[in-house]
Structures are given as structure tokens and as C-alpha cells.
């Protein structure tokens, strides 16, 4: 597996995928939107210099199980085969931390990592889209907000277990608050974090428009 942050400086990791939610995504993500599906990215860059093999959004409206990531794994590989980099070389982006089918189908398709822009908590409350967090709650016996057993190592207050393995041999997921966090001039992070705050606000801007359909319907 690959953690990003091993192969790009934060800063660039966070100018390109932000670029990539802002040019690629969002005007799929507002057509689908249009159209009746759900918000919610993905895209696929490559490692080596962040750029955009292919993106695609959410297209519920045509089946419930093409959620962003899934819908854009289905077209990548609809990509013959000597025309697609190799997985492995391929870091995959999501607006949204993926749910328990797309989290399963990045890994199933090869993928060793993901960086995502909102957490399941903003999908949960602030998008209202409950599935993520019900799923995961009700299916895989993970309670929101439990505790793990034992406390961490310096003393401090025991860690909320996450849904899954944020790190593994096989994963290195990442969120966009990470990559902030480790920008180390807090200047130059002052900067990226209003940066981060204006693309979640200008793709969240969706969700409203996803309501109107839905109460027009
Ligand atoms: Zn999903």
C-alpha cells in the first residue's frame, strides 16, 4: 500500500485534488444532480503526477448501487485494458468518505488507498444521507461513537473506534482535515484550510439543489 503523503507534499496533494472536485467532478456531480441522482465524486489520478485519468458522479437515479465511486470504478474499467494505467498506479479520490459497498469495491478493484473530502459525520448531519453510518451500525456491529477497549499509549482518553481499518496492508485511507494537518507552516495551513472550506461549500451547494428536485418530484 501507498500513502499518498509519501509521494506528494500535502499542499500539492490538496491543490490537485481540489482542482480535480472543482473541474471534473462538480460539473458531472450538478448534471446528475439536474438529472435526479444524488451528489456525491470520485476520480482516479495518477500517483505520479496527480493527474486526472477519469471522473464521474453519483448516478442513482439509473441504479441504487451506483454510488460515485462504484459508478466511476464501472467506467474506468470500461477503459480497455491497454489504454487504463494500473491500478497501482492509480490513486483514487472520493468527495465523500465511501460507504461500506464502495469502500469494498475500491478495494476489491485493487486499489491500496483513498483520500476523501467530507467525513461520514457531514454525510450523516449535515447532507442527511443516513445510510453510510446506519449501515455500518446496524450491519457490521460497529456502533457509532463506541470506544475501543483499551486507552492509547500516552494515557489519553481512549480512541473512538473508527468504522473500519484507516490503515492496513492493504489500505491507507486519508481525509482532506489529514492532509491540512500536515502542512506544517501554519500559515501556508491557515491558507489550504480556507481553501478546503470553499470547495466543500461550493459542491455541498448541491445537496440543497438535490432537495428542490426531490420535494418538486
Ligand atoms: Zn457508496
Given at each position: 500500500m501507498?500513502?499518498?503523503?509519501?509521494?506528494?507534499?500535502?499542499?500539492?496533494?490538496?491543490?490537485?485534488?481540489?482542482?480535480?472536485?472543482?473541474?471534473?467532478i462538480?460539473?458531472l456531480?450538478?448534471?446528475?444532480?439536474?438529472?435526479?441522482?444524488?451528489?456525491?465524486?470520485?476520480?482516479?489520478?495518477?500517483?505520479?503526477?496527480?493527474?486526472?485519468?477519469y471522473a464521474?458522479?453519483?448516478?442513482?437515479?439509473?441504479?441504487?448501487?451506483?454510488?460515485?465511486?462504484?459508478?466511476?470504478l464501472?467506467?474506468?474499467?470500461?477503459?480497455?485494458?491497454?489504454q487504463?494505467?494500473?491500478?497501482?498506479?492509480?490513486?483514487?479520490?472520493?468527495?465523500?468518505?465511501?460507504?461500506?459497498?464502495?469502500l469494498?469495491?475500491?478495494?476489491?478493484?485493487?486499489?491500496?488507498?483513498?483520500?476523501?473530502?467530507?467525513?461520514?459525520?457531514?454525510?450523516?448531519?449535515?447532507?442527511?444521507?443516513?445510510?453510510?453510518?446506519?449501515?455500518?451500525?446496524?450491519?457490521?456491529?460497529?456502533?457509532?461513537?463506541?470506544?475501543a477497549?483499551?486507552?492509547?499509549?500516552?494515557?489519553?482518553?481512549?480512541?473512538?473506534?473508527?468504522?473500519?481499518?484507516?490503515?492496513?496492508?492493504?489500505?491507507?485511507?486519508?481525509?482532506?482535515?489529514?492532509?491540512?494537518?500536515?502542512?506544517?507552516?501554519?500559515?501556508?495551513?491557515?491558507?489550504?484550510?480556507?481553501?478546503?472550506?470553499?470547495?466543500?461549500?461550493?459542491?455541498?451547494?448541491?445537496?440543497?439543489?438535490?432537495?428542490?428536485?426531490?420535494?418538486?418530484?
Amino acid at each position: 500500500m501507498t500513502n499518498p503523503l509519501t509521494l506528494h507534499p500535502p499542499s500539492k496533494l490538496l491543490d490537485n485534488l481540489c482542482t480535480c472536485i472543482e473541474k471534473d467532478i462538480h460539473p458531472l456531480s450538478a448534471a446528475a444532480v439536474a438529472g435526479g441522482s444524488k451528489l456525491f465524486g470520485a476520480a482516479i489520478l495518477l500517483k505520479s503526477d496527480l493527474s486526472v485519468v477519469y471522473a464521474d458522479t453519483n448516478q442513482e437515479r439509473g441504479s441504487p448501487l451506483w454510488h460515485g465511486e462504484t459508478w466511476t470504478l464501472k467506467q474506468f474499467f470500461e477503459i480497455p485494458a491497454d489504454q487504463r494505467p494500473d491500478v497501482k498506479e492509480c490513486l483514487f479520490l472520493t468527495t465523500h468518505e465511501p460507504c461500506s459497498l464502495c469502500l469494498s469495491a475500491i478495494l476489491w478493484s485493487g486499489f491500496d488507498n483513498f483520500v476523501y473530502m467530507y467525513t461520514y459525520e457531514e454525510t450523516h448531519y449535515v447532507f442527511e444521507c443516513h445510510g453510510d453510518l446506519d449501515i455500518f451500525n446496524d450491519v457490521f456491529n460497529i456502533r457509532q461513537g463506541e470506544v475501543a477497549g483499551q486507552a492509547s499509549l500516552d494515557g489519553s482518553a481512549p480512541q473512538v473506534r473508527p468504522q473500519y481499518k484507516l490503515r492496513s496492508k492493504r489500505l491507507v485511507a486519508l481525509s482532506f482535515a489529514e492532509l491540512l494537518a500536515a502542512i506544517e507552516d501554519k500559515e501556508e495551513q491557515a491558507r489550504y484550510v480556507e481553501k478546503v472550506e470553499e470547495v466543500k461549500k461550493s459542491y455541498g451547494r448541491l445537496a440543497e439543489a438535490y432537495r428542490r428536485n426531490m420535494n418538486m418530484e
